[in-house]
Nanobody
């Protein structure tokens, strides 16, 4: 099973930008479709972004479309979430997740449901405040 470690969170002013990273170990990330989720205090975990195993397809929740960009660098075993135009409502713990997708038919699929993922990181806090 792959192990995931997020990094790059922090305190950012509204309108600012940040990149959070998710580095995998144990297995190579190129066998996995990847996703980012977030959980704000008192709220349920929600889907943020996903990228297919091939990297050719992405999906975003409407509230972050145009502001967030998910990408992957399989050579570095790392997935990134670039966040711009940050808003206070983006404050949350951001979690990386991996879904094993070795079947060739799953190469271009993206997954938006938390129950679809096999492995999770411990999360990184992103706080948007002036």
């Amino acid at each position: 099973q792959v192990q995931l470690v997020e990094s790059g969170g922090g305190l950012v002013q509204p309108g600012g930008s940040l990149t959070v990273s998710c580095t995998a170990s144990g297995r190579t990330v190129d066998a996995y479709a990847m996703g980012w989720f977030r959980q704000a205090p008192g709220k349920e975990r929600e889907f943020v972004a996903a990228i297919s195993r091939s990297g050719g397809r992405t999906s975003y929740v409407d509230s972050v479309e145009g502001r967030f960009t998910i990408s992957r660098d399989n050579a570095r075993n790392t997935v990134y979430l670039q966040i711009s135009s940050l808003k206070p409502e983006d404050t949350a713990v951001y979690y990386c997740a991996a879904k094993r997708a070795i079947n060739i038919a799953r190469l271009t699929l993206v997954y938006t449901g938390s129950s679809e993922y096999d492995s999770w990181g411990q999360g990184t806090q992103v706080t948007v405040s002036s």
